[in-house]
């Protein structure tokens, strides 16, 4: 088998030719952003977006809009939602979000009901089809990318101490209200951008494992956002040749690649692995 | 003198910034944990917070850098207004309230002491990696500042959350009981820093149980959810002083100087 005729092939074609580029984009954001989410509840901010944005994305198909029309809509619904009531509860977000989420995903799943078969569809929604990325849809994923990339690096600093350290932040006097909305806002970028690819169910999993096994392998923040961001990327990439390759929901290869890659430094990492520890003992 | 100290010395006059509190009030909801506090510092004094459990010690620390709101009275740092000198004070918690389990390694805490002073759009230069860099190694933490903070000692985790306030290179230091449940050598080493800190002029202002310690300070403050005295050690240690604030969860035992 010719490596080289396997990985070169697909390229000819534009679906993939945008596919790759959408991979490349979306595996590097949300290895990028999975560095932040380091509390419970960001972590379950993440899921509870994803949720949240579902209906927003089913009302869109059922109007015939494009899927990434609802799912913007949704997603800065959810974000001002989460805002303004979390104000009124002195910042009890987990209240906030449990809320909004179980009646969003409701709604969601009766709507999902009533949607009329486009298998295609009803499957990219839950299981992502990268390969089904129109021209349109690459462009706005770009924009969000950019934005999303340079808003992570230009406040990496303040959005490390808000993440890690909340008290410090407030200490020094930061904003710090407006820094979690900031996140917030990247994080809602972010499940939008990597709907198409990855499905309501796989986002959140590319958005913390890229990162979580850069966290094997590196102990500074700066470099393991970096690292996040390569394996996210290189998970996207491979995962794009295997969903091509076998026919398969692309967000379900994505997550399975970098599982796999999580899983082997898990055992393997001089830093973290299981090996490691019984070399030192 | 310690390294950290000379070189700062070298670029500034470094001068302890003077501590001035008007009637301080901070209430949770109906209850009042501070009223009418007034004190004042002046710049390159050694202070000791002493009194009982629930005194609101921590809270008056919390409420000088804004981690708990004031509902009523002032803080100035060198007669300007607490808010615009954030720079200027640094503040070590209780190293029990921080989040141990977060992968962040000793450096990247370190650094954060001077992220405040960077602004909002600096990012850390040469510079500061090596004052950071200063701050651990004053701190004898340097063997294990590429270390997740997780596998820190209860000893080195206070260490690294006094590294972190020293790297800001602020004129106030702000630190909530330094020596709880630290062991022997981390306590010496922290003795021995808060001496030089002291002698280089920074104001600092403690929490601390220590009440051997606190004999040691230039000024004592005694608190009960109002300042009951403030003063020098020896006025403060009197039987009548301190029973007022320790109402009787005490014996006093008098030994010969």
Redo the contacts between chains.
């Keep these: 088998m010719d490596l080289g005729k396997l990985l070169i092939e697909p390229l000819l074609l534009s679906y993939v030719q945008r596919a790759i580029v959408a991979a490349l984009l979306i595996g590097a954001v949300c290895g990028l952003i999975g560095t932040y989410l380091?509390?419970r509840s960001m972590a379950f901010l993440s899921i509870a977006l994803t949720q949240a944005i579902f209906p927003g994305v089913v009302i869109a198909l059922l109007l015939y809009a494009g899927f990434l029309v609802g799912a913007v809509v949704a997603g800065l619904l959810t974000v001002i939602g989460v805002g303004l009531y979390s104000r009124r509860t002195h910042g009890r977000w987990e209240m906030a979000i449990a809320v909004l989420v179980a009646g969003a995903f409701a709604l969601g799943v009766l709507l999902f009901s009533r949607l009329p078969t486009y298998r295609s569809d009803l499957e990219a929604v839950l299981v992502g089809n990268i390969l089904s990325i129109s021209l349109n849809a690459l462009v706005l994923i770009s924009i969000l990318a950019g934005l999303t990339v340079a808003v992570l690096f230009?406040f990496y600093?303040?959005l490390?101490?808000v993440s890690?350290?909340r008290?410090?932040a407030?200490?020094?006097?930061?904003p710090v209200y407006w820094l979690d909305r900031l996140l917030l806002v990247a994080l809602a970028a972010t499940v939008i951008i990597s709907l198409g690819a990855l499905g309501t169910i796989f986002v959140v999993p590319l958005i913390l494992i890229p990162s979580a096994t850069a966290?094997l392998w590196v102990?500074?923040?700066w470099s393991?956002m970096l690292l996040g961001c390569f394996l996210g990327a290189l998970s996207d990439l491979a995962g794009l040749y295997l969903a091509y390759y076998l026919n398969a929901p692309s967000g379900a290869t994505i997550v399975l690649l970098a599982s796999a890659i999580f899983l082997v430094s898990f055992v393997v990492s001089p830093r973290r692995g299981l090996l490691a520890g019984r070399f030192r003992s | 003198m310690s390294t950290l100290g000379s070189s700062l010395a070298e670029q500034r006059l470094l001068k302890g910034a003077s501590v001035l509190c008007r009637e301080l009030m901070v209430a949770f909801g109906n209850e009042i944990a501070l009223s009418a506090v007034t004190f004042g510092v002046e710049p390159g004094q050694l202070v000791a917070i002493i009194g009982p459990k629930g005194a609101g010690k921590s809270t008056l620390l919390?409420a000088m850098?804004?981690?708990v709101p004031l509902t009523g009275g002032a803080i100035e740092i060198d007669r300007k207004p607490a808010?615009q000198m954030?720079c200027d004070?640094a503040?070590v918690?209780r190293q029990v309230?921080?989040?141990w389990s977060?992968?962040?390694?000793v450096?990247?805490?370190v650094m954060?002491g001077r992220?405040?002073c960077?602004g909002?759009?600096g990012?850390?230069g040469v510079e500061d990696y090596h004052k950071t860099d200063l701050a651990i190694e004053l701190l004898g933490l340097t063997h294990v500042r590429?270390?997740?903070i997780g596998d820190l000692s209860i000893g080195q985790q206070q260490r690294l959350l006094l590294a972190?306030a020293l790297a800001q290179e602020p004129r106030v230091l702000l630190i909530d009981e330094p020596f709880s449940g630290v062991d022997l050598a981390s306590r010496i080493a922290i003795l021995e820093i808060l001496s030089d800190q002291h002698q280089i002029g920074r104001t600092i202002l403690l929490v601390t149980d220590d009440l051997s310690y606190a004999a040691h300070c230039d000024l004592v403050l005694l608190l009960d959810r109002e300042l009951i005295h403030v003063g020098i050690p020896d006025e403060v240690f009197r039987p009548g002083v301190l029973s007022e604030a320790y109402d009787g969860r005490m014996f006093l035992l008098k030994g010969r100087r």
């Design positions: 380091v509390s230009t600093k303040e490390l101490l890690f350290d008290t410090l407030v200490s020094q006097g930061w966290r102990g500074h923040f393991a | 919390k850098v804004g981690v808010s954030r004070i503040y918690s309230r921080i989040d977060l992968p962040i390694s450096t990247d805490v954060m992220y405040r960077l909002w759009l990012r850390p590429n270390r997740w972190r």
